[in-house]
């Protein structure tokens, strides 16, 4: 499959402590992508890394990128009880995204 | 104003009926695309337009036919629905064709 990997499936945290996922991919990239998607809505874009940066934040967001491993990390710093959500990394390579499965986040008040 | 948007928003048929699903942006994107994300969640592109052009189209059915009247706009028409259709269809836009993603609400189809 070229779908990348997400890990953890799910992770369910205390609202104020940190949570961490990881996105693998198989190919050479042009960029990265981080996508939240709630529950029956459609995926909103949170942050596009390029193959030739490192790191990046936004707000309480940050993403890593590591090219010579192929894996990416998104990092929410104190998150909320709204951080509930399932998040997709995309891959852009060829001329299109390709979406791992996703992390489902629950965030408890 | 909704920058992509879809309708139906919820769509019930019958098995052998054919069915569309209308997307427009107002955004002035280039490229505008269809996804299928199934029942465990995973998002799969069906096929990718840009500027009226279509240039993805992977591996889908030809009972799935997309067609672009304008740019702004990007319909899905499928015939003869099957059970294994039924999926959340989402339709997304972008500048450019691995830029930042505006996704639409989604279409829940159900076939019966």
């Known amino acids: 499959s070229q779908q990348g990997e997400e890990d953890p499936q799910a992770l369910s945290i205390q609202e104020g402590e940190n949570a961490t996922m990881n996105c693998s991919y198989k190919?050479?990239?042009?960029?990265l992508q981080w996508y939240r998607q709630n529950s029956g809505r459609g995926l909103v874009h949170l942050i596009l890394?390029?193959?030739?940066?490192r790191e990046k934040h936004s707000g309480r967001l940050r993403v890593t990128l590591d090219t010579s491993k192929k894996s990416s990390s998104l990092l929410i710093t104190a998150s909320r009880a709204a951080d509930t959500a399932s998040y997709f990394c995309a891959q852009a390579a060829g001329n299109k995204l390709t979406f791992g499965g996703g992390t489902r986040v629950l965030v408890k008040p | 104003d909704t920058a992509v948007s879809q309708t139906p928003k919820y769509l019930v048929t019958q098995m052998g009926n054919d069915k569309s699903i209308k997307c427009e942006q107002n955004l002035g994107h280039d490229t505008m695309y269809w996804y299928k994300q199934d029942s465990k969640k995973f998002l799969k592109i069906m096929f990718s337009?840009?500027?009226?052009?279509?240039?993805i189209n992977e591996t889908v059915p030809n009972r799935f036919s997309p067609k672009s009247p304008d740019k702004a706009h990007l319909n899905l028409h499928i015939n003869s629905l099957e059970l294994g259709d039924s999926a959340v269809y989402f339709c997304?836009?972008?500048?450019?064709?691995?830029?930042?993603?505006?996704f639409g609400p989604g279409t829940r189809l159900t076939v019966l």
């Open positions: 890394i390029r193959s030739n940066e």
């Open positions: 997304a836009s972008s500048p450019l064709r691995l830029d930042t993603q505006y």
């Open positions: 337009y840009n500027n009226k052009e279509l240039i």
């Open positions: 190919t050479s990239i042009n960029n």
